[in-house]
């Protein structure tokens, strides 16, 4: 049996600088605790969440273009010739690792003015083919990571209004209604539950799994180069104009 995830008592603003050892000893302490599988501990920064829009279609769309999302493993593209997760470039698909800074931040974000907190969708994933570090949100006091096949394992909803059953079916996971961290604790502890042996059985179960590269990038008038930013960039650029 698991315990239930608590509040941090020592919540991060905006401005705390990142302490990688202190965020992944606080991490692995805080996945002990609540019962978590070696597997999730031997491998934190290989899942993780991250937010979404809803586009006309009823499906997942990044925050930032006109793009969705029609298949439950999202791939990354990248313009500079690499393949996603790249060190010579910032181009993937974004995420959160710690349940904690990911429902903290968006709490943050909810607070702030032009951030319809009803309109997102959360969900939890796994990359599938390995991860490099986001510098750009360092001022968040976190360090999200970027892969270049994400693939969806749980999904929360803001506010009502959208097609459960249509989100359900195209990512092929479990649905919670309402985004919070008891949600978020309950998607991955019941993923864990029945988690795979080792790593390499996660992706191999998931090898097959439809792959979706984003649909309609040219009905946006913003750059390709958007596709990129993470949710949390995009929060940033958020609290930036809030300040102003
Ligand atoms: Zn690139």
């Not at 360090?143 to 097609?163: E, K, V």
């Not at 649909?215 to 949710?231: D, I, V, W, Y």
Request: net charge neutral; with cysteine.
């Amino acid at each position: 049996m698991s315990t239930k995830p608590r509040r941090r008592k020592n919540r991060p603003t905006i401005h705390d600088e990142v302490d990688d050892q202190r965020l992944h000893a606080e991490c692995l302490a805080r996945l002990d605790e609540l019962g978590f599988s070696q597997l999730r501990r031997d491998h934190v920064y290989d899942f993780g969440w991250r937010y979404w829009k809803v586009g006309p279609n009823g499906l997942l769309a990044s925050p930032l273009v006109a793009s969705e999302y029609d298949a439950p493993v999202i791939v990354a593209s990248c313009h500079h010739g690499h393949t996603p997760p790249s060190p010579e470039c910032s181009c993937g698909i974004f995420y959160v690792h710690d349940m904690f800074h990911f429902t903290d931040t968006l709490d943050f974000l909810s607070g702030q003015p032009r951030f319809d907190a009803s309109g997102i969708v959360a969900t939890w994933g796994v990359a599938l083919n390995g991860h490099e570090v986001d510098r750009s949100a360092e001022r968040w006091g976190i360090r999200p990571r970027r892969t270049g096949r994400y693939r969806i394992l749980g999904i929360m909803t803001g506010g009502p209004g959208f097609d459960l059953r249509k989100l359900r079916e195209t990512y092929s996971c479990p649905l919670v209604e309402g985004i919070n961290l008891k949600h978020a604790w309950a998607i991955e502890s019941l993923w864990d539950e029945t988690a795979p042996e080792s790593f390499a059985d996660v992706v191999k179960g998931h090898q097959s799994d439809r792959e979706s590269y984003g649909t309609a990038p040219e009905l946006s008038g913003l750059k390709q180069r958007h596709a990129r930013e993470s949710a949390t960039e995009a929060a940033a650029r958020l609290e930036s104009k809030a300040r102003r």
